[in-house]
């Protein structure tokens, strides 16, 4: 049960009330032979200043600020209504009802109480401890990986990695920079040496598309060539996945296939749905691992093919196959460095899995 849900919708209700009321009363009673309650009021509030912070300790969790008011303001103004609900006075129907509006907060503390009670704090206390100690005994390298992942980068040189961590950097606005560096030294020599080893993994004519790219790269002074080499690209990684497709084991891909389509909402089956991308992704998880699967889907398939129609204006990423090859006009500044490397790793990882999967245990009568 989350805290938040208990305390805050009852709770904050009731003090915004109370206080409109509060106000209405303080006006009243500065008029009245009541006023010396007020000024025992002000002592009951330094006397339980800070008795919520008790709960606070105990649950090792720092609460709201305006929860610590609310609670202050409930305990307080208790002893306050119970003196001056006894006299007969022309306010005694207006602390009712404030008493009345802080009855549901005084509700939820209650159940904040039995909840505390019933959570072995030792014991949750020692299990994010574990969590943390074990995210302390992770390379560093590997969550730089995973972080450039979760942008949309894949990276697979230890090298390069390695080097990140050397230069100490940090964050996404550091790291890019020294990335494309690293692929543009020494006139693309990095990109060219990864290219010149697919030789033997992928058709000639794809290949001469990769080299021609990089040939462009390093002669061209034109400072917006990549306009031209990443719409080639994506066309080239494009037909990459349908050699992937088509390279997958048959027998386990109709299976798959058919699992999909036999869990699709029932709004949908019967239709012509097209479950390539999803085929492709649990088959990769079956016969290569899971987190190449992960990687084929989060930065392939929800990446690069995004969906049209999950596509927003203000994604930081915005290196679409859809909106470029169809000439979106808000998707015109695509020609860049970063958008260049990313597609040659993007080919570097899709030809990968397929010689992962060629050079597998399956035989040739298995592949469709």
């Known amino acids: 049960m989350d ?21 209405a009363l303080s006006k009243g009673l500065s008029l009245s032979p009541v006023t010396e309650y007020m000024r025992q009021m002000e002592e009951q509030r330094k006397l339980f200043h800070g008795q919520f912070s008790g709960i606070s300790q105990a649950l090792s969790i720092s609460m709201p600020s305006h929860m610590r008011a609310i609670d202050e303001i409930t305990k307080g103004i208790t002893p306050f209504v119970d003196q001056i609900t006894k006299m007969h006075s022309p306010y005694q129907e207006l602390m009712k009802q404030i008493q009345e509006q802080t009855r549901p907060f005084q509700e939820a503390l209650k159940q904040f109480h039995a909840l505390q009670d019933q959570l072995n704090f030792s014991e949750i206390s020692k299990a994010f401890r574990g969590v943390t100690d074990f995210i ?30 050397e230069e100490d950097l940090h964050d996404n606005e550091e790291i890019i920079p020294f990335v494309i560096g690293y692929y543009k030294a020494n006139g693309w020599h990095r990109l060219n040496t990864i290219v010149g ?20 790269s390093k002669d061209a002074d034109h ?3 990549h306009l031209l080499t990443v719409p080639a690209l994506i066309a080239q990684i494009d037909g990459l996945v349908r050699d992937l497709y088509g390279i997958l084991p048959k027998l386990t891909r109709k299976r798959v296939e058919q699992e999909i389509k036999d869990n699709l909402p029932a709004e949908l089956k019967g239709k012509r749905t097209d479950v390539r991308h999803d085929v492709a992704v649990q088959t990769v998880a079956e016969i290569v691992d899971f987190w190449s699967a992960e990687m084929l889907q989060e930065v392939i398939f929800s990446g690069l093919f995004r969906d049209s129609n999950k ?30 490397i990313r597609l040659m790793l993007y080919a570097e990882f899709i030809i990968k899995l397929i010689k992962q999967i060629k050079d597998g245990s399956m035989t040739i009568e298995q592949a469709a």
């Open 223 to 225: 400072e917006d060539v």
């Open 197 to 216: 080893e697919w030789q033997a993994d992928i058709e000639p004519g794809r290949l001469k598309v990769f080299q021609a790219a990089i040939a462009m």
């Open 136 to 165: 302390r005994s992770i390379p560093p390298e590997h969550l730089i990986k995973v972080r450039l992942h979760s942008e949309h980068w894949l990276i697979g040189d230890d090298e390069l990695l390695a080097l990140v961590i």
């Open 311 to 340: 596509i927003t204006p203000d994604d930081s990423y915005s290196l679409f196959r859809h909106k470029i090859m169809h000439g979106d006009k808000e998707y015109l500044a695509y020609g860049n460095e970063e958008n260049f």
């Open 3 to 23: 805290l938040k849900d208990i305390l805050e919708p009852q709770g904050l209700k009731a003090i915004r009330e109370m206080n409109d009321k509060m106000t």
